[in-house]
């Protein structure tokens, strides 16, 4: 079994051994994931969003005056991804990192457009960490975004769209990755407070001594959670940080303000994770102790049960030998005088323990 779970954690990087470089091979696990298009294509006066039936429609959008998002869902669908970036000139390592779903997240800055790979997370339902890899490509004048199936949380910025709120219809393409970023680092807010949550009941939970065996499980399950979501924050402060210092003509000086809200938002979220972090190992001290305080109880009554056995054992013992020259044992109530000595020396040691709060 456990080998079974090693082969099939590797099998990923595995698809990408002896592979040339700028080989697109998609190692996600959707591998039926139908090809879904989506555009927006708006000014401030106008709007038109639509869904596309094949990847040539998005090729009308690359030199309009207007701004337009370009969402592609469905990363297994190889073809199309080179299509699109054949025709848009991406890079072909650029494509390799879009379909390579393990991709730290990342910025690479090319001549006529900026490469991003970020980890969009959110809780479903289960409070279980849902976890997707988002690439986009800021342009001139469009973001194109790569995403691996359906379900994302960039549903408020598509209301915003759609109903002309904020300035996202004012500015250029530069404020809509913006605003497409934003709303991941949010989401990462939503993460953090249910992880709060999680901790003080777990906290409540060992201090009244419930279900011991289930509450260490439930620490393991939110450490692998910290881990996942610093993996994916962590890097973040570099993107965010070379957006903002370093010049770019595709990203207004106006909209890198914004960013620096952004990268406020994120080191809030990574001092959040640290603490939280100590406070889970704190949690599993907290456990061991528990633990090792019930083991001690344990412990405890054993040594004073054997302790009390003692002197009944060493009694029995000596009347137990079977020498012939023992005057007790013709005494004919020596039977029940050893009883009345046994049962005067356990109530006796009872009365100690207790005296000492032993018991």
Same mark, same amino acid.
């Given at each position: =079994? ?9 099998? %990923? ?10 080989? &697109? ?9 139908? &090809?879904?298009?989506?555009? @927006? ?28 998002? *370009? ?30 779903? #393990? ?13 991003? *790979? ?18 986009? +490509?800021?342009?001139? /004048? ?22 002309? $709120? ?28 249910? =992880? ?19 509450? #260490? ?10 881990? $996942? +979501? ?17 010049? /770019?003509? &595709? ?30 190992? #704190? ?12 083991? %001690?109880?344990?412990?405890?009554? &054993? ?17 137990? =030998?079977?020498?012939?020259? =023992? ?9 029940? +005088? ?14 100690? @323990? ?6």
């Amino acid at each position: =079994m456990a080998k079974n779970k090693q082969k099939k954690r590797t099998q %990923n990087y595995k698809k990408h051994l002896g592979q040339i470089p700028g080989a &697109l091979v998609y190692t996600g696990k959707k591998e039926d994931v139908k &090809l879904h298009l989506h555009s @927006f294509d708006y000014t401030d006066n106008d709007i038109h969003e639509k869904d596309l039936s094949n990847i040539e429609e998005a090729f009308v959008f690359k030199d309009t005056e207007s701004v337009t998002w *370009v969402n592609l869902n469905g990363l297994n669908n190889i073809n199309e991804i080179e299509t699109i970036g054949s025709y848009y000139q991406l890079h072909p390592l650029l494509l390799e990192d879009i379909v390579n779903t #393990s991709q730290r997240p990342k910025i690479d800055e090319y001549k006529s457009y900026i490469f991003i *790979v970020l980890k969009m997370m959110y809780y479903d339902d289960n409070e279980t960490i849902i976890s997707e890899q988002v690439s986009f +490509v800021l342009g001139k /004048n469009y973001v194109l975004t790569f995403q691996e199936a359906e379900g994302d949380v960039f549903e408020n910025v598509r209301d915003r769209i759609r109903h002309k $709120k904020g300035r996202i219809r004012t500015e250029g393409a530069d404020y809509l990755l913006y605003a497409l970023i934003d709303a991941i680092v949010d989401h990462y807010y939503a993460i953090i407070e249910t =992880m709060g949550n999680k901790i003080e009941d777990l906290e409540d939970e060992l201090f009244n001594g419930i279900s011991q065996e289930d509450i #260490s499980q439930q620490i393991q399950n939110l450490k692998r959670e910290v881990l $996942k +979501v610093r993996r994916a924050i962590f890097p973040l402060r570099e993107i965010i940080g070379r957006i903002e210092k370093d010049p /770019n003509s &595709l990203i207004e000086e106006q909209t890198t303000h914004f960013f620096r809200d952004v990268y406020d938002h994120i080191i809030q979220v990574t001092e959040n994770l640290d603490i939280y972090r100590e406070m889970i190992w #704190s949690l599993m001290d907290m456990y061991m102790t528990t633990i090792s305080n019930k083991m %001690n109880e344990v412990m405890k009554v &054993l040594t004073i049960i054997a302790t009390i056995f003692i002197p009944l054992t060493f009694i029995a013992g000596i009347y137990g =030998m079977n020498f012939i020259n =023992m005057p007790e044992l013709q005494y004919k109530y020596g039977y029940h +005088v050893v009883w009345a000595v046994m049962i005067l020396i356990f109530l006796a040691m009872l009365y100690y @323990f207790k005296r000492k709060k032993w018991l």
